[in-house]
């Protein structure tokens, strides 16, 4: 498969996990509550997006507003409070799952390491309502620099794992801490991956950029980035650390308990 992406590609939004917790827990701010997640994706809907399934993003097969939502890590507050949100709303999305690490807990995490992780009836559950299951690793770890055998462990273990369960082929790999060099991209390539993603660094198929969303996101910030621009914005403001805490000032940010 060629490394080239199409020059009209969709919006791919990255979310973690899903439900209200303490900012002094998650210092992260992975968690977004599911009533800003429905306001967000109600956002999107009425505004004429289209969701997208991965399949239908792998084809090629979208009109220009289109979206890809995905979420990383694998919580089980994605079966017990995302699913229904996107049920109701009958959004399709993509969820990138730590093979290795299935009924455990974010261990990784030294601030946040009791958050509940999908077991094989939460993975079970959401192929069953329609979402994509696809493959994060084994355990999180940082992929670049990695040895042989933990990225054999990470890329080829952990889809055999998933694909055993939901009885799928696994097509895509997101990156842990959306990190990667030009080894790990082909070693992704290398293991039969259709295509992978990052965060804000991209590097062709093998590492699609995704705009992240998480706790601190107000309605103003959400709109401003789906904004087909705000790549770039962000890059400028990136190149101007002093711009940051400004534009945040202006825009704002939302509660947290």
Same mark, same amino acid.
């Given at each position: ?147 042989? !055998?933990?990225? $054999?462990?990470?890329? %080829? &273990?952990?889809? /055999?794992?998933?694909? @055993?369960? +939901?009885? *799928? ?34 590097? !062709?198929?093998? $590492?699609?950029?995704? %705009? &992240?969303?998480? /706790?601190?996101?107000? @309605?103003? +910030?959400? *709109? ?34």
């Amino acid at each position: 498969m060629s490394g080239a992406l199409p020059v009209r590609s969709p919006l791919v939004l990255m979310y973690h996990g899903v439900g209200t917790r303490p900012a002094q827990t998650d210092r992260s701010c992975l968690f977004v509550p599911a009533d800003t997640l429905r306001r967000q994706l109600r956002h999107l809907l009425d505004r004429g997006w289209t969701p997208l399934t991965l399949d239908r993003y792998l084809r090629g097969d979208f009109p220009g507003r289109s979206v890809l939502v995905t979420f990383d890590d694998g919580y089980l507050a994605l079966v017990e409070e995302g699913l229904p949100v996107l049920c109701e709303l009958g959004v399709p999305a993509t969820a990138f799952v730590l093979g290795g690490m299935l009924g455990g807990t974010s261990t990784w995490m030294a601030g946040m390491p009791d958050e509940p992780l999908l077991d094989v009836q939460g993975v079970r559950a959401l192929v069953d309502a329609g979402l994509d299951v696809e493959c994060h690793g084994w355990d999180h770890c940082d992929l670049t620099n990695a040895t042989t !055998g933990t990225l $054999a462990r990470s890329l %080829v &273990d952990a889809a /055999a794992v998933l694909a @055993d369960i +939901t009885g *799928r082929r696994v097509r895509a790999f997101a990156y842990p801490y959306g990190t990667h060099d030009a080894a790990t991209r082909a070693a992704v390539a290398e293991a039969g991956y259709e295509i992978a993603f990052s965060v804000h660094d991209g590097a !062709g198929r093998y $590492a699609v950029p995704r %705009v &992240d969303i998480n /706790a601190t996101e107000t @309605d103003a +910030t959400f *709109r401003l980035k789906t904004l087909r621009s705000y790549p770039a914005m962000r890059r400028m403001v990136g190149a101007v650390p002093s711009l940051r805490p400004a534009l945040h000032s202006l825009i704002g940010r939302a509660h947290r308990p």
